[in-house]
T-cell receptor, first 116, second 112 residues
């Protein structure tokens, strides 16, 4: 069965500092990996995704993530955090389904707080 | 503008009542999903539908029902059999052959 672990429930960083959010996954085949962001009381927005190819993927809002198969990890990074990045971040894994769509398993999320 | 609409934003019901949450999309997506979100538990899949008139149970389908009579619509009914229905419910959709799921703004259901 597929699963995702986000070991950090809360992270606080100063504005301008670098950020790394951890994600470890368990999946039987080549994983399809995603990072989503959620502002309070809102839906989720896709930051980036990985299926194959270059293991360092670039996303929106200056985020990037690196896929490391040997460590079963897909950590999210940003070189310099802005106050507007404060939100909850979710890592997800899941296959593309025969017939269309995909079935994602989400981690429990990491709440990011940015200190000014 | 294309997108996913969930209404209402906030919903209150008395215990023992069934309630239906609306989800509409005008993105021409084939697949649609319902998730439940509780604090500290992430998102859990309730039901998904890959095509009209077909849907599959997710990980926590007990106490819920869905229908998919139109491509644009995927309503979720929270029945009285759902033991703890108070939660934030998110609807999503994805295109056929696509990978990204697009999310609606969510409905917060409170059962009193």
């Amino acid at each position: 069965a597929q699963s995702v672990t986000q070991p950090d429930i809360h992270i606080t960083v100063s504005e301008g500092a670098s950020l790394e959010l951890r994600c470890n996954y368990s999946y039987g085949a080549t994983p399809y990996l995603f990072w989503y962001v959620q502002s309070p009381g809102q839906g989720l927005q896709l930051l980036l995704k990985y299926f194959s190819g270059d293991t360092l993927v670039q996303g929106i809002k200056g985020f990037e993530a690196e896929f490391k198969r040997s460590q079963s990890s897909f950590n999210l990074r940003k070189p310099s955090v802005h106050w507007s990045d404060a939100a909850e971040y979710f890592c997800a894994v899941g296959p593309i389904l025969t017939g269309g769509g995909n079935k994602l398993t989400f981690g429990t999320g990491t709440q990011l707080k940015v200190e000014l | 503008d294309g997108g996913i609409t969930q209404s209402p934003k906030y919903l209150f019901r008395k215990e023992g009542q069934n309630v239906t949450l609306s989800c509409e999309q005008n993105l021409n997506h084939d697949a649609m999903y319902w998730y439940r979100q509780d604090p500290g538990q992430g998102l859990r899949l309730i039901y998904y539908s890959q095509i009209v008139n077909d849907f599959q149970k997710g990980d926590i389908a007990e106490g819920y029902s869905v229908s998919r009579e139109k491509k644009e619509s995927f309503p979720l009914t929270v029945t009285s059999a759902q033991k703890n229905p108070t939660a934030f419910y998110l609807c999503a959709s994805s295109p056929r052959g696509g990978d990204e799921q697009f999310f609606g703004p969510g409905t917060r259901l409170t059962v009193l």
